[in-house]
């Protein structure tokens, strides 16, 4: 039977040999699972709304001439 407590001292025995880079990565994806696999990270969602800004420029300004 595996406990919590194993699982937690195999994973930190295997991210010991891994770059910083995917460290980075690493943590970024198990904040992601703190708040939920639907939510999107803050900077994911002001970027995706940046972009969307930049396609419908005119309409946003249509939107606020009315």
Do not use: C, F
């Not at 939920?36 to 972009?51: I, M, R």
């Amino acid at each position: 039977m595996t406990t919590a407590t194993t699982l937690k001292d195999q994973i930190l025995e295997e991210i010991d040999h891994l770059p910083v880079e995917t460290l980075a990565e690493i943590l970024a994806y198990v904040q992601g699972l703190r708040t939920g696999p639907n939510v999107a990270p803050h900077d994911e969602v002001w970027q995706a709304y940046l972009e969307s800004e930049q396609e419908r420029e005119e309409v946003y300004r249509r939107l606020a001439d009315s």
